[in-house]
């Protein structure tokens, strides 16, 4: 493979489409981090809090599928991640558990047999209180209706449409037809419903077309559900229209059902999952995670898996889960799947987390921790990695391949004055590369579902603040330490009427060109990760139903 066509693929990569703030647009700089303890339910793993994000950075914002409050209005206040819920202690006179607001009771009562209150025949036998003479009670006549079941309470869903600007470097050998420019349309249809107290359903199925460059754009910034990843299976979704640059799919992006059954909760089929804190870089989101330059968030990916979680008294949580990976036939295999589990616990102001297992072609342990010290929020969580290309112990060629570090975490803080928020965080990649020309042979070693950072040392620092209530602006730069390149994003989402958005942004990148370029021979060096990447200028526009 020639590395032109490599540098094309690492700068056209697209993040899979995998945790409050304004429901704007870069949803990164304020992204639902933090998990909160106690199991784990749909409701925990939509990709969006209370309002999207406008720039990709920290938080990541609430899915579509739950009330969404007023414009202007959004709580800036760190959220806990998805992952687990956190349980409201049972009362005194009933085996009731709530879970983030959506309440089951488990009746143990009804198992046994046992009734509160015993029927008027038993009252009426011989030997009972009621004399046989008595005469037989008056039936009431019951007035109260049964609510009904309206389409808008348990079907709803989006349209989304996004047009750019690309303006790429002057750099033949990589972009010979100049500027270009991208349009993508998507639409969802979503049902989420209980059936029952014990029983909840989540379908979210979507329909896009698309027109995108070839190569270029900047990673993962306007990826859809319609992304691969290695923990979803092709089946469920179908390419309809492919002609040149203009693609179209139609597929499912969550088919869940959900057991509830007092602390415990069972989760089968497609559903998303996300156990990160940080927010611009989320080492710990290892299942179809964001690019930080996603565009849109507000719902993420949901992936093929069966997971149990289990609530131990209020400040304690653990989750066992299980996903299938497939090969490139979209046969499952063991080197592709993962088992994985995860803890959660409350202590000393803090929420804890160790996780670790089995993922595509490695295994990783790790932890994070957030909390407040003060008004400053601070989160944090990393992983040690042993690639596994076969997924059954490391062998002779994997030791290529290196144990590696991810770590990232920063301060964050919120001010009431116009929703201010300002947000840090460092990271820092063991197994990157220091030399810019070692980029291309990094982004060949990667693990499916990772995001291709290439560089060792990472920071980022966001900036946001509602202009007026229905006008929030929203910063990011995004800097590659090791090389000095890095992206500055833009954002204004308006909220132009109830449950419509409208989003301009940009991303303006630096770095150095391409280095040593022999045009003859076709062969070239990279001089920095985002030098080459375009300069952005786009419109979306979001409409929920």
Do not use: C
């Amino acid at each position: 493979m020639s590395p032109a066509i490599i540098a094309i693929l690492v700068l056209g990569w697209q993040s899979p489409a995998t945790p409050p703030p304004s429901r704007g647009f870069p949803e990164v700089v304020e992204v639902e981090v933090g998990a909160k303890v106690g199991p784990s339910t749909p409701a925990n793993d939509k990709a969006d809090a209370s309002e999207p994000a406008q720039i990709p950075a920290p938080e990541a914002p609430p899915d579509k599928t739950s009330p969404q409050p007023a414009k202007g209005t959004a709580d800036t206040t760190p959220q806990l991640a998805e992952g687990a819920a956190e349980p409201t202690p049972p009362s005194s006179s009933s085996d009731t558990w709530v879970a983030d607001g959506e309440g089951f009771d488990f009746d143990f009562d009804a198992l046994s047999g046992d009734t509160s209150e015993d029927s008027d025949e038993q009252q009426q036998t011989p030997g009972g209180d009621t004399p046989l003479d008595a005469p037989a009670p008056v039936a009431e006549t019951s007035t109260a209706k049964k609510p009904k079941v309206r389409a808008g309470d348990i079907l709803s869903g989006a349209l989304r449409l996004t047009g750019a600007f690309l303006h790429f470097p002057d750099e033949p050998l990589l972009f010979a037809n100049g500027d270009d420019g991208m349009v993508l349309g998507e639409g969802r249809f979503i049902i989420n419903t209980p059936a029952g107290k014990h029983l909840k359903f989540d379908i979210n199925t979507f329909v896009d077309v698309s027109r995108l460059p070839t190569g270029g754009t900047l990673n993962g910034a306007f990826t859809s559900a319609s992304s691969g990843s290695a923990y979803r299976t092709r089946f469920l979704s179908w390419n309809y229209w492919q002609n040149g640059g203009v693609r179209g799919n139609l597929g499912v992006d969550r088919l869940a059902m959900t057991i509830l059954a007092g602390p415990a909760t069972i989760d089968i089929g497609r559903f998303p999952i996300n156990y990160t804190v940080t927010g611009a870089f989320t080492p710990n989101d290892v299942y179809a995670p964001f690019s930080p330059t996603t565009v849109n968030r507000i719902f993420k990916p949901g992936v093929d898996a069966l997971r149990f979680s289990f609530a131990v008294g209020n400040l304690a949580s653990i989750d066992v889960l299980g996903t299938l990976g497939y090969a490139s036939n979209d046969a499952p295999t063991w080197g592709q799947s993962s088992v994985f589990a995860r803890a959660g616990f409350v202590g000393g102001g803090f929420e804890w987390a160790v996780l670790g297992g089995k993922l595509a072609q490695r295994w990783i342990v790790g932890g994070s921790a957030q909390g407040d010290a003060g008004p400053i929020g601070l989160r944090t969580e990393f992983h040690v990695g042993f690639p596994d290309r076969e997924g059954d112990g490391r062998k002779a060629n994997d030791n290529e391949l290196p144990i590696y570090t991810r770590i990232a975490g920063g301060p964050n803080v919120a001010f009431g004055w116009h929703n201010t928020s300002l947000s840090a965080e460092y990271m820092f990649v063991s197994d990157g590369r220091s030399n810019a020309a070692d980029y291309l042979d990094r982004a060949m070693s990667l693990a499916p579902d990772d995001i291709p950072y290439l560089g060792k040392h990472y920071v980022s620092a966001s900036f946001g603040l509602d202009i007026i209530p229905i006008l929030r602006l929203q910063t990011l730069a995004l800097v590659n330490a090791s090389d000095g390149s890095g992206l500055g994003g833009l954002t204004l989402a308006y909220n132009a009427a109830d449950e419509v958005d409208l989003i301009v942004g940009s991303f303006i990148p630096w770095g150095k060109k391409l280095q040593n370029v022999d045009p003859m021979a076709g062969s070239f060096e990279l001089g920095s990760e985002y030098g080459l990447a375009a300069l952005t200028i786009y419109l979306e526009t979001r409409v929920f139903f």
